[in-house]
């Protein structure tokens, strides 16, 4: 169980292109979807958290009109790279997290399952 | 603010040998979670474990065990007889309670395992 896909694995663009990577949860609704940066040798950064059917919440630095992000449903959530550029390559990850209907109470889970990743590289 | 720290970069090992992972964290919540993820070269994060602050029972699942301390603020992982498919980076992380809460990464250390 908890299993996250992103599509696609690989992207090569040009410059000024716009790039949308999928994000689903398989097998469990995500009610939160976050999405992470990743450069070489180096950690996790979040760049923004998604909750289905809300606006996305932006980290400080990360330019909400350069990376547009949907969450229209439970289990599929969009990110969009706009006019990309060079220095817009990176590793691209999501993650997802449930949550448990429990009588009239949502009970979210703690636990982040991550996709596979995305690498992004513009030319 | 929470802080994760993972001092070492890089561990590198025989096959067979056993390993120990560090991680120390700072939160000022009273309940908080702890996990640990799983980075191979192909780049997919896997969920390895996941620690609640109330449960300080010592975890062990195959050649994997966790050692939980709050006293100290660690939440460590050893490799047993590590193999060389266990060659990856392991993150340490952290999140409070709440919906709103984000996960809070280590620096990640890179073991490599050869033969």
């Known amino acids: 169980g908890a299993v996250v896909s992103q599509h696609p694995s690989w992207v090569i663009c040009k410059s000024g292109t716009s790039v949308k990577i999928e994000c689903r949860s398989l097998?469990?609704?995500?009610?939160?979807m976050f999405w992470y940066r990743q450069f070489p040798k180096q950690s996790l950064m979040l760049m923004a958290t998604?909750?289905?059917?809300?606006?996305?919440?932006?980290e400080q630095g990360v330019e909400k009109d350069k990376f547009l992000i949907n969450h229209a449903s439970l289990t599929l959530s969009t990110l969009t790279v706009t006019s990309a550029h060079p220095e817009d390559s990176s590793f691209y990850i999501c993650?997802?997290?449930?949550?448990?209907?429990?009588?009239?109470?949502?009970?979210?889970?703690?636990?982040?399952?991550f996709g596979p990743g995305t690498r992004l590289l513009v030319l | 603010a929470q802080k994760v720290t993972q001092a070492q970069t890089e561990i590198s090992v025989v096959e067979k040998e056993d390993v120990t992972l560090d991680c120390v964290y700072e939160?000022?919540?009273?309940?908080?979670?702890l996990f640990w993820y799983k980075q191979p070269p192909s780049g997919e994060l896997v969920f390895l474990i996941r620690?609640?602050?109330?449960?300080?029972q010592n975890e062990i699942s195959g050649r994997y065990s966790w050692n939980f301390q709050k006293s100290t603020s660690s939440f460590n992982f050893t490799i047993t007889a590590s193999q060389v498919v266990d060659s990856a980076v392991y993150f340490c992380?952290?999140?409070?309670?709440?919906?709103?809460?984000?996960?809070?990464f280590g620096t990640g250390t890179r073991l490599q395992v050869t033969l």
């Open positions: 939160t000022r919540d009273t309940t908080y979670y």
């Open positions: 998604s909750n289905e059917g809300s606006k996305a919440t932006y």
């Open positions: 993650s997802a997290r449930g949550s448990v209907a429990g009588g009239d109470i949502l009970w979210y889970q703690e636990t982040q399952y």
């Open positions: 992380a952290l999140t409070g309670a709440g919906t709103a809460s984000k996960l809070t």
């Open positions: 097998d469990f609704q995500a009610t939160t």
């Open positions: 620690r609640n602050s109330f449960d300080e």
